[in-house]
Structures are given as structure tokens and as C-alpha cells.
């Protein structure tokens, strides 16, 4: 219930722009323009963890960009998962996986239940379907695969550096029973809303691995994210803040 009123809120009362503090815009044109893609590239977190897959990023996790993820996934702006969901396309199509054979699945990093439960939503899903949408409009055979889950609970990784970020998420993640047949045949995108470390994704990586998931000659597991600091851009950002 909570989630609905959420989006019929977001939908029917007035707002200011969740990136700048617009008047009466959901999303004003410049904070739009911040999150449209321009930017995107590869990334790379430094320490690297071993067994991270090539991220690519859509926009610089600053300014306005960070206050529009923040609004969504922490107080609940529901609607910002359109905007959110076409930089996480744009960051999918950088990374090179565009129209082809076969499907595209996105697979979300999951947020913990407690989580979830906190915010009424799961951020890195709904943003993923946001953007299987675009894609297909873009002529992409994509959609979203939530194969992954935690297999045990993880402590909240606020405050925590790179190596007690990958200990605390080491072995975490599992693919769920049906994972193998739902992404049979697919080009799978490991997906989230901001890379910084880089751990969560690698212990997706594993878990995708370890299931089989990506297997076969030439067989290429990618990651994409809407947004990641300026300094883990493989070539620097121009700012994309306000």
C-alpha cells in the first residue's frame, strides 16, 4: 500500500524537481539532460575486485544526478524510475549490447527484504524495468531477469570501505532455482542504480558464474549502472552537475 500512495502522490500533487529543486517538475530539463546519457562510458573502481565485469555508467554521481537517485530510492519518488530508467538504457547501449540475436536480460543486484520493506520498493528493479522498456523501444529484445538473491543477511554497507564491503558480501548472492531457464540463450546485464567499489557487482559476477549462467565460447557477462563517481571514469566526465 505504501508504494501506491507513493506514485499516486508523485502523479497528482505538485512537486519540484527532485535534482535542483525545479518549481512544479518532476524533473526539470537540465537534471534530465544530466541523466540523458551523454556521459555514458566505461568504469572503474580502484582497488578493482577481482572477478568485475566492464560497468558502464551513464552519468557522474554528483549534484543533481545523485539527488534524483537518492529521491527515488530512499524517499520513495517512484516516478523518477522513468528518467532513471532511460540513463541505465543509455549506459546498456554504451556498453555495446544493442540490437542482436537473441534476448537482453537485466539482472537486478536485489536489496535486502528488510530493505525493501523500509522503502516499499526495490530501487535497482524498478529501475531496471524502466529501462527493458526503453531498450525495447530503441529495437532491443530486453527484458528483466530477477534471478539473483541473498542467500544470507549482509550487513548495511554505509560507512564501509571497498575490502569490508567485499567481505561483508562475500558468498552472499545465489541464482534462484529457475535462474538457468529463465536467461537461457539471453545477453545478461547485471544491473544497479551506482557503482563505488565495484563489490556488489563482482559477487553478482560470482554468483552468475558459479550458476552457469555465462558459459561458451565467446560468452560475455556486462554491468551497467545509471551513475558512478567522476574519478572511477575510465576517461574523465565533464560534470554533469548543476
Known amino acids: 500500500m505504501r508504494g501506491w500512495w507513493q506514485e499516486l502522490a ?26 540523458g546519457g551523454a556521459l555514458a562510458g566505461p568504469v572503474g573502481p580502484s582497488p578493482r575486485p577481482e572477478g568485475l565485469p ?23 519518488a517512484l516516478p523518477l524510475a522513468g ?75 554505509a560507512g564501509l570501505g571497498a575490502r569490508q564491503r567485499r567481505e561483508n558480501l562475500a558468498g552472499a548472492l545465489a541464482v534462484r532455482r529457475a535462474g ?5 540463450g539471453a545477453r545478461i546485464v547485471l544491473v544497479d542504480d551506482v557503482v563505488t567499489t565495484g563489490a556488489t557487482l563482482a559477487e553478482a559476477a560470482r554468483a552468475v558464474r558459479a550458476a552457469g ?12 549502472v545509471v551513475a558512478a563517481p567522476a574519478d572511477s571514469f575510465v576517461r574523465a566526465p565533464r560534470t554533469a552537475a548543476r
Open 83 to 157: 528518467v532513471l530508467g532511460g540513463a541505465l538504457a543509455a549506459a546498456v547501449l554504451a556498453g555495446g549490447t544493442g540490437p542482436g540475436p537473441g534476448e537482453v536480460a537485466l539482472v537486478p543486484v536485489p536489496s535486502a527484504r528488510r530493505q525493501v520493506r523500509a522503502r516499499g520498493h526495490d530501487p535497482a528493479r524498478r529501475i531496471a524495468l524502466a529501462a527493458a522498456g526503453r531498450l525495447r523501444r530503441a529495437g532491443v529484445a530486453a527484458r528483466v531477469a530477477p534471478v539473483l538473491g541473498l542467500r544470507r543477511a549482509v550487513a548495511d554497507q
Open 213 to 224: 549462467l555465462v558459459a561458451g565460447p565467446g560468452a560475455v557477462l556486462r554491468a551497467a
Open 180 to 184: 538457468v531457464r529463465l536467461t537461457r
Open 10 to 35: 508523485g502523479l497528482v500533487l505538485p512537486v519540484d524537481c527532485a535534482g535542483c529543486g525545479a518549481v512544479r517538475v518532476l524533473v526539470c530539463d537540465g537534471c534530465r539532460g544530466a541523466l
Open 54 to 76: 566492464v560497468v558502464q555508467a551513464a552519468a557522474v554521481y554528483e549534484g543533481a544526478v545523485r539527488a534524483v537517485l537518492l529521491a527515488h530510492k530512499e524517499r520513495g
